[in-house]
């Protein structure tokens, strides 16, 4: 996604969402059909759309990765809006580690977004997607993080069985934004907006995530 041309300062970090958009296998697609059409039976379009909740920007909740874990819709909202830093850690591999950040984070805000590929992967499903390093989620936890976002689909790789990121975030009470798209946004500091819905049985939530300059 590129600057908004019409509103200086704001970047719009969220992929569309549509019927090709990937999902991670096995995992319900985004489809929609009409239930309603501008005409003799109607005044008004209306659509029906399903769609797993991971698919395009979207905040995990901790139901998600813990069986005992809270929905998304009981989340408090504080996490997924204010002040945020954005660090490139390009092609570093499986998993980001603190050697490719530490440039950028020995002070770090509440929140964190990596970007891991010069262009977001977001026509195909990535089974080469970059995750985070648990060693270098728990280190920004200790120092004070409470969100943490990625330009992939998730924070561990993708063939990742135990999901060892996931567990550090879920022991130490930290919330996940995934597959957004930095692609053209610089090192620094914003403003992040990226507030879920408030389904209240939902292990996810999509989210129209973007950032604002600091003034």
């Known amino acids: 996604m590129t600057r908004s041309d019409d509103t200086p300062g704001l970047w719009d970090i969220s992929p569309p969402v549509h019927a090709a958009s990937p999902s991670y296998p096995g995992d319900a697609p985004y489809r929609q059909r ?8 109607s005044v008004v379009n209306v659509s029906e759309i399903s769609l797993s909740p991971h698919i395009g920007a979207h905040a995990d909740a901790p139901l998600h990765y813990d ?3 809270a929905a998304i ?3 408090a909202l504080a996490p997924f809006i204010g002040p945020c830093r954005v660090v490139h850690a390009i092609d570093c591999g499986p998993r ?8 950028a984070l020995a002070a770090p805000p509440p929140r964190v977004l990596v970007r891991t590929r010069v262009q977001a992967v977001v026509e195909r499903w990535d ?3 970059s995750g985070l390093e648990p060693a270098l ?9 409470q969100l943490l976002g990625i330009d992939s689909a998730s924070i561990d790789p993708a063939d990742s069985l135990e999901l060892s990121s996931h567990q550090v975030v879920r ?4 919330r996940v934004l995934e597959n ?3 692609d053209a946004v610089p090192e620094g500091d914003y403003e992040l907006i990226a507030l879920p819905l408030k389904l209240m049985g939902a292990d996810a939530s999509p989210v129209r995530a973007i950032l604002r300059t600091l003034r």
């Open 171 to 174: 022991q130490r009470g930290l």
């Open 34 to 41: 009409w239930t309603a059409r501008i005409g003799a039976g």
């Open 127 to 129: 089974e080469a997607l």
């Open 96 to 103: 980001v580690q603190w050697r490719h950040v530490a440039h």
């Open 180 to 182: 957004l798209v930095l």
């Open 73 to 75: 819709g009981a989340l």
């Open 67 to 69: 069986p005992h874990g």
């Open 137 to 145: 989620v728990q280190r920004l936890a200790d120092a004070g993080v």
